[in-house]
């Protein structure tokens, strides 16, 4: 999808910009309490920037650093930046420290998780959520930050699901359009503008409209945390997925699992983001799209999907909101997700 398809997204008007401690009863959690919303961000504010799965040099956060200071905020770095052991940003205790240090700073209102890759789920066992849970922040990141995401939903507080350090263009002046809109929704969903996103429909959408709490993001991600503490709950929820570098016939096994685990059952609604898809092997082709593997999972069910949007592994991948209820409107000319609360 190109810029030009990507219609708005358009920032409703939300009252109060700042200084939300949590907003009102929004939808029970799986706990049975209402999600709790962080407080939104003021300037001054301060974020902080660690690498609890892949690892990343100083250098390469710098332009992150700079817009997000740009937006008002300050910025902390985390011990981890810079760091290395093999493919991680420092050894399993490092990342571990180093998250849970600015999850019970309080001082430190959110958190910018500075690429993904690999490497959250050895260490979130190992996190002490108690603070948090008095004291919630935005964790921002997707990819493989999926599993904080999912792990959140479980304790009913919402975060943001977003590009990372490692996506900031080094140069806005001379950045495409499609990336300065994506890294500026970081900056909307932070403030607590609520977000709107309407893009051109796609024939394989399924229409209808549909409220709930959004949640979703990496689909390997999930598949992987099936059965776990971290299970993501979909029931009367939005679900958004994407993924990349898979193969058809992985991706097919994946929507397998979700079918097969219930997670397709009593959905509000399905969005499918970007996939970015490995090319078969030869002679091992599998025959099918990514829209033909999903629809033939979600024929026996009645809410409305929603193909290629504008989240995932790609230039345009927007913030979404996870844990907070959205509206979900898909129709033959006009397509939109807007959030509720």
């Given at each position: 999808?190109?810029?030009?398809?990507?219609?708005?997204?358009?920032?409703?008007?939300?009252?109060?910009?700042?200084?939300?401690?949590?907003?009102?009863?929004?939808?029970?959690?799986?706990?049975?309490?209402?999600?709790?919303?962080?407080?939104?961000?003021?300037?001054?504010?301060?974020?902080?920037?660690?690498?609890?799965?892949?690892?990343?040099?100083?250098?390469?956060?710098?332009?992150?650093?700079?817009?997000?200071?740009?937006?008002?905020?300050?910025?902390?770095?985390?011990?981890?930046?810079?760091?290395?052991?093999?493919?991680?940003?420092?050894?399993?205790?490092?990342?571990?420290?180093?998250?849970?240090?600015?999850?019970?700073?309080?001082?430190?209102?959110?958190?910018?998780?500075?690429?993904?890759?690999?490497?959250?789920?050895?260490?979130?066992?190992?996190?002490?959520?108690?603070?948090?849970?008095?004291?919630?922040?935005?964790?921002?990141?997707?990819?493989?930050?999926?599993?904080?995401?999912?792990?959140?939903?479980?304790?009913?507080?919402?975060?943001?699901?977003?590009?990372?350090?490692?996506?900031?263009?080094?140069?806005?002046?001379?950045?495409?359009?499609?990336?300065?809109?994506?890294?500026?929704?970081?900056?909307?969903?932070?403030?607590?503008?609520?977000?709107?996103?309407?893009?051109?429909?796609?024939?394989?959408?399924?229409?209808?409209?549909?409220?709930?709490?959004?949640?979703?993001?990496?689909?390997?991600?999930?598949?992987?945390?099936?059965?776990?503490?971290?299970?993501?709950?979909?029931?009367?929820?939005?679900?958004?997925?994407?993924?990349?570098?898979?193969?058809?016939?992985?991706?097919?096994?994946?929507?397998?699992?979700?079918?097969?685990?219930?997670?397709?059952?009593?959905?509000?609604?399905?969005?499918?983001?970007?996939?970015?898809?490995?090319?078969?092997?030869?002679?091992?082709?599998?025959?099918?799209?990514?829209?033909?593997?999903?629809?033939?999972?979600?024929?026996?069910?009645n809410y409305p999907v929603c193909f290629d949007f504008p989240?995932?592994?790609?230039?345009?991948?927007?913030?979404?909101?996870?844990?907070?209820?959205?509206?979900?409107?898909?129709?033959?000319?006009?397509?939109?997700?807007?959030?509720?609360?």
């Amino acid at each position: 999808m190109n810029r030009k398809n990507f219609l708005s997204s358009t920032i409703l008007a939300s009252g109060t910009l700042f200084g939300f401690a949590k907003s009102p009863a929004v939808e029970p959690a799986e706990t049975g309490k209402p999600m709790i919303i962080p407080p939104y961000l003021k300037p001054g504010d301060v974020i902080g920037i660690t690498s609890p799965a892949g690892f990343i040099t100083a250098d390469e956060i710098k332009p992150a650093i700079q817009q997000m200071e740009n937006w008002g905020f300050k910025v902390k770095v985390g011990q981890t930046i810079g760091k290395r052991d093999f493919t991680f940003g420092g050894t399993d205790a490092e990342r571990a420290n180093d998250l849970q240090e600015m999850m019970d700073d309080n001082s430190i209102k959110a958190i910018m998780c500075a690429r993904g890759g690999y490497g959250m789920v050895r260490i979130i066992d190992n996190l002490n959520f108690s603070n948090f849970k008095s004291n919630p922040k935005w964790i921002i990141g997707f990819s493989d930050i999926t599993v904080m995401h999912s792990q959140l939903s479980h304790m009913g507080i919402a975060s943001v699901h977003s590009k990372m350090c490692n996506s900031f263009p080094d140069n806005f002046a001379t950045a495409e359009p499609i990336q300065i809109d994506t890294i500026l929704s970081i900056s909307k969903a932070l403030k607590g503008e609520k977000m709107r996103y309407e893009i051109t429909p796609n024939e394989k959408n399924v229409v209808g409209i549909a409220e709930g709490v959004l949640v979703g993001g990496n689909l390997k991600t999930i598949e992987s945390l099936a059965g776990s503490a971290s299970d993501i709950k979909t029931e009367g929820k939005i679900l958004f997925v994407e993924d990349t570098g898979e193969y058809l016939y992985s991706i097919d096994r994946m929507f397998w699992n979700l079918k097969r685990t219930g997670k397709l059952n009593n959905l509000a609604g399905l969005i499918v983001g970007g996939f970015k898809i490995k090319p078969d092997d030869p002679g091992e082709a599998f025959g099918k799209t990514v829209q033909e593997i999903v629809t033939e999972k979600i024929a026996a069910f009645n809410y409305p999907v929603c193909f290629d949007f504008p989240v995932g592994h790609q230039k345009n991948n927007f913030a979404l909101k996870c844990g907070i209820k959205h509206r979900l409107e898909i129709g033959s000319v006009r397509c939109s997700l807007q959030e509720l609360n």
